[in-house]
């Protein structure tokens, strides 16, 4: 990449701007550059698909085979807030493996080797999935807060629905107790 030591990379929304080099010392968060660079991040418009889903991310993503081989297979990927849908090619012509973030436990084993970021996806029955993308990627990322935020909201859901039977008992308590002699 070409461009001024210390320079800022836009990186997204959300994201948070890094220099070239990869490093975030203090002389180069330092001045107005760090406040123009985090000006100058793009907005990003959340698409939907067709069911009315709003999409986090899409794009390519290699998956490991399960054969013998274990070769390294391009899928398109689009990260949705409830799954991660896996198509054989980008024309999204063929049915795809939805993943339910229901059904994934964790992303583990991150590792950056070169221009690759290699992560595991581990399910609830223990199954896991090797997956790699380039760095600028960052898939692991994006499926990891995906996984947050669908957990997150599932626990507010578990959390809500057992304080309304909570309530509920306690009117039917105090219905019982103002028939009572």
């Known amino acids: 990449m070409g461009g001024a030591?210390?320079?800022f990379i836009s990186r997204g929304a959300?994201?948070?701007p890094e220099s070239e080099s990869g490093?975030?010392?203090k002389s180069q968060r330092a001045g107005s550059s760090f406040f123009t660079a985090r000006l100058q991040l793009k907005v990003v418009k959340m698409r939907k698909?067709?069911?009315g889903t709003q999409v986090m991310k899409e794009g390519v993503l290699e998956k490991r085979g399960d054969s013998l081989l274990q070769l390294w297979k391009k899928?398109?990927?689009v990260l949705t807030q409830d799954c991660?849908?896996?198509y054989p090619d980008s024309q999204k012509r063929s049915r795809s493996k939805d993943l339910s973030l229901q059904e994934i436990r964790t992303v583990d084993c991150v590792e950056?080797?070169?221009k690759y970021i290699y992560f595991t996806v581990v399910t609830?029955?223990?199954?896991?999935?090797?997956?790699r993308c380039l760095a600028e990627g960052s898939w692991n990322a994006a499926i990891t807060m995906a996984l947050i935020e669908f957990k997150n909201k599932k626990a507010i859901q578990s959390f809500r629905s057992r304080q309304d039977a909570e309530m509920l008992s306690v009117g039917q308590q105090e219905k019982l107790l103002g028939r009572a002699p």
């Open 14 to 16: 959300g994201q948070r």
């Open 49 to 51: 698909t067709a069911d």
């Open 84 to 86: 991660l849908r896996l």
């Open 23 to 25: 490093s975030c010392g």
């Open 75 to 77: 899928k398109y990927c």
């Open 112 to 114: 950056r080797t070169g």
């Open 124 to 131: 609830t029955d223990n199954k896991e999935m090797d997956f």
């Open 5 to 7: 030591p210390g320079a």
